[in-house]
């Protein structure tokens, strides 16, 4: 019997391996976690789920918000709990914790620099709660500290089917709004954009890595783009309707290179190219508004929104600011546009992330980023030996595009799993392993002992 056990300390049983397997499995245990790790790390993805549907309802829902609010708060407490126990400070630094351990370093500075002057009790809460522009995002580098292995990847592909079944719920409860035909109304485009960037957009990840995934999983992948896309293009979102079309393509051409059961690559196929092609038609101006679902799509698929916040933004930084930033709650001038929501035209954020990270840190910033994200891809992609890594970094990779037409540098799950993704690119452990046993781990039951 090809039986190989894992010592109690690593905290699995007994798995079956085929015998040809069995010495390279020895030469990675490491990679499996001890039992309390394991539940620190449930810990902190529990507590990451829980913290993004509760910022989500008490955004969107408008009722009820104090309960959802204690909800984030009992969230963010257990998050720090579980960072304090999983975060290893090694002296001995790696390349890239090292420059974590920089990066980190300038975002305490980018708040210590920060304009709290006006600060009251409105921007204090901001400050805590605010996933989008708030002080939580700059923690985020502390997952590069981390111990990625396998059991981490897996618990991160359960976490992300929650999220997908909550926006799945979400979307049919709220349809009315969803699908509210009034293209301006704020609260539609609110409740689109925040289900999905903080419950649908992690499952990308899902549809990289496809073939590890059960037939349920596989499923729910698929429901999930194109529900994105169908309200994408309702609600007439480009940048939304560009993520899940790159997304849907990637994940074709890979399960076309990696699987010999085609039914699904039909599907990814037809949805993948129905975006493209849409996409294709509105950059070329052709005439889709003909069919009225389509209609909101088309009037804006060519509509600048964009160009004179940041003609504004060029004028009001200095050369000092573009190279170390205003620091946090960094403001800039830009009277005439949403000056409902801005008073006196005063703007703390632009809705172009990569301009947003030098209005806060400047280029410095900027470039810290891709000193930790470039090298990763790299790796992932050409010194790996299993498609899991290789999809890692086409994720890291595509986060670094999706910067510029979209505001992803939030504190989401799906932004986790990019730093998370990095951290598993620069693991050699995981780098070299198979494709064979990572379908044995993924579709086994491996489960933690007493």
């Not at 010495?23 to 499996?32: A, C, P, S």
């Not at 600060?119 to 996933?131: S, T």
């Not at 849907?248 to 039909?266: E, G």
């Not at 498609?387 to 510029?404: E, G, H, Q, S």
Request: with cysteine; net charge positive.
């Amino acid at each position: 019997m090809h039986i190989l056990s894992f010592s109690r300390s690593m905290g699995f049983l007994t798995k079956t391996f085929p015998l040809e397997f069995q010495d390279k499995i020895e030469g990675v245990k490491h990679l499996f976690p001890t039992k309390s790790y394991a539940i620190y790390l449930l810990l902190f993805f529990s507590s990451l789920v829980g913290l993004c549907i509760g910022y989500v309802f008490s955004v969107t829902t408008f009722s009820m918000s104090s309960i959802y609010q204690a909800v984030q708060l009992l969230c963010i407490l257990l998050l720090f709990y579980s960072f304090t126990k999983l975060v290893k400070v090694n002296f001995a630094f790696s390349y890239y914790r090292m420059m974590g351990f920089l990066y980190l370093a300038w975002q305490v500075i980018i708040l210590a620099r920060g304009d709290y002057s006006d600060m009251d009790y409105m921007g204090v809460k901001q400050l805590i709660f605010d996933l989008n522009y708030g002080g939580l995002n700059f923690l985020i580098p502390l997952v590069l500290f981390f111990d990625v292995n396998m059991y981490t990847v897996k618990r991160i592909f359960d976490a992300v089917i929650v999220l997908a079944v909550t926006y799945l719920i979400c979307v049919v409860i709220n349809s009315a709004v969803l699908f509210n035909g009034d293209l301006t109304n704020v609260i539609s485009l609110g409740t689109a954009e925040n289900y999905f960037k903080y419950l649908a957009l992690p499952i990308g990840i899902l549809a990289f890595n496809f073939r590890l995934l059960n037939k349920k999983s596989q499923i729910l992948v698929l429901l999930v783009l194109l529900t994105i896309g169908l309200v994408a293009i309702f609600r007439a979102r480009r940048g939304m309707l560009f993520i899940v079309s790159s997304i849907t393509m990637y994940a074709s051409i890979s399960y076309y290179l990696t699987s010999s059961r085609k039914v699904y690559l039909v599907l990814f196929s037809m949805y993948g190219l129905f975006a493209l092609l849409l996409l294709g038609m509105i950059t070329k101006g052709k005439e889709i508004e003909e069919i009225s679902f389509f209609e909101n799509i088309s009037e804006r698929g060519l509509e600048d929104t964009r160009s004179n916040v940041e003609d504004c933004f060029r004028r009001d930084m200095s050369t000092y600011d573009w190279v170390f930033g205003k620091g946090y709650n960094g403001v800039y001038k830009c009277p005439g546009i949403d000056d409902s929501i801005f008073k006196k035209g005063i703007r703390k954020v632009i809705e172009t992330d990569y301009l947003q990270l030098i209005m806060n840190g400047g280029f410095v910033n900027v470039v810290l980023i891709f000193l930790i994200m470039v090298p990763a891809i790299i790796l992932g992609l050409f010194y790996s030996k299993n498609n899991m890594t290789r999809a890692f970094a086409i994720w890291v990779m595509l986060w670094l595009i999706y910067l510029y037409p979209a505001n992803v540098y939030s504190f989401s799950f799906y932004h986790i799993t990019v730093w998370i993704s990095a951290a598993a690119c620069y693991n050699r452990q995981l780098r070299n392993l198979t494709d064979s046993m990572l379908q044995i781990y993924f579709k086994g039951k491996l489960t933690l002992t007493d």
